[in-house]
């Protein structure tokens, strides 16, 4: 009788040990990667966002230039600027794809009447699908006059 439950328990250990598959996650996965520089002058420096993307189905960007699909959120400002990025993958073909993005962000200002701001960018990229990806926040750039 002991083998038989020796059996029972190997079966039953290898049932429990096996696991689904996870499915491949449909939204756009994005990682802060660095920012050119932490400190402008009004209306002179650019600053670049690099940000790395995954996408398993790679429907990252779009050959129209009026599609918009990377949202920037500047914490002074109520409504976030949309930016264009080209498409990702060759003839829009639908592969897993992984990379580095450098965006260029509009040129920097004050708003008030101080001698510096201080802000910080979230961003988000949408796929062709419509999913945004999730949030990454930028450190914070110090804007002088």
Excluded at 101 to 127: H, K, M, P, Q
Aim: net charge negative; glycine share 4%.
């Amino acid at each position: 009788m002991r083998p038989i439950h020796l059996v029972y328990i190997v079966i039953t250990t290898l049932l429990l040990s096996c696991k689904k598959d996870e499915a491949d996650p449909v939204a756009p996965i994005i990682k802060f990667v660095s920012i050119t520089t932490t400190q402008v002058e009004s209306f002179n420096n650019e600053v670049k966002v690099v940000f790395s993307y995954e996408d398993y189905q790679g429907d990252l960007g779009n050959e129209d230039p009026d599609i918009l699909s990377v949202r920037v959120k500047d914490s002074r400002l109520a409504s976030p600027d949309l930016y264009h990025i080209p498409p990702m993958t060759p003839n829009s073909q639908e592969l897993r794809i992984k990379g580095e993005y450098e965006l260029a962000l509009e040129t920097l200002f004050l708003i008030g009447n101080g001698n510096s701001e201080t802000a910080t960018f979230t961003i988000e990229v949408r796929d062709r699908a419509g999913n945004w990806s999730n949030s990454i926040q930028t450190p914070a750039v110090t804007i002088t006059p």
